[in-house]
T-cell receptor
């Protein structure tokens, strides 16, 4: 199957700092990537949809100025948590869907990254 | 309102036993239904994806069924192993090829397989 890589897998930072998380599709081009947040024992919550070369679409209740998303290329999307606070501590996961080429485009399959655990002290 | 409900919320079984997880949805128009396995602290991994015309699909010890009329799906795990311990998430797509906003996630079933 396709591979989606996230980095870092875990990060600890001080309150008020900014943290960047990368999401890369390693063996296919992803025109669309998605960012989720998952709190303990809860399901994935979609935060935003990231389309290559355009502004991200944020879900209701997600602050776009706090969670900056950039999708500069067909294989890379980044999520920056700005001025992080302890309540931002969570498990952040990205997923990618095949775009311009590759068999995955036809199934609409989503491939998830391994997740990034953010702890804000 | 588009919803995906999974049951049971959690399940404990002994190694080697079979189990069945349920997913009921009220999503329209229906496009496809996916089952994912999520290990603790990891990203979800796809098990199956089923379209409207598919009733059963197997992937090793996992067998998924879909009844589009009753809007129900099940995931049957045969001869469970300790490594099957995970959360199983049902995701229904309301519009094939559409935006991510049409993917509705269930809250998952947490399966624990005990030796």
């Amino acid at each position: 199957g396709a591979v989606v890589s996230q980095h870092p897998s875990w990060v600890i930072c001080k309150s008020g700092t900014s943290v960047k998380i990368e999401c890369r599709s390693l063996d296919f081009q992803a025109t669309t990537m998605f960012w989720y947040r998952q709190f303990p024992k809860q399901s994935l919550m979609l935060m935003a949809t990231s389309n290559e070369g355009s502004k991200a679409t944020y879900e209701q209740g997600v602050e776009k100025d706090k969670f900056l998303i950039n999708h500069a290329s067909l294989t890379l999307s980044t999520l920056t948590v700005t001025s992080a606070h302890p309540e931002d501590s969570s498990f952040y996961i990205c997923s990618a869907r095949g775009g311009t080429s590759g068999r995955w485009e036809h199934t609409g399959e989503l491939f998830f990254g391994e997740g990034s655990r953010l702890t804000v002290l | 309102k588009n919803q995906v409900e999974q049951s049971p919320q959690s399940l404990i079984i002994l190694e080697g036993k079979n189990c069945t997880l349920q997913c009921n949805y009220t999503v329209s128009p229906f496009s496809n239904l996916r089952w994912y396995k999520q290990d603790t602290g990891r990203g979800p991994v796809s098990l199956t994806i089923m379209t409207f015309s598919e009733n059963t699909k197997s992937n090793r010890r996992y067998t998924a069924t879909l009844d589009a009329d009753t809007k129900q799906s099940s995931l049957h795990i045969t001869a469970s192993q300790l490594s099957d311990s995970a959360s199983y998430i049902c995701v229904v797509s309301a519009n094939y090829g559409g935006s991510q906003g049409n993917l509705i996630f269930g809250k998952g079933t947490k399966l624990s397989v005990k030796p």
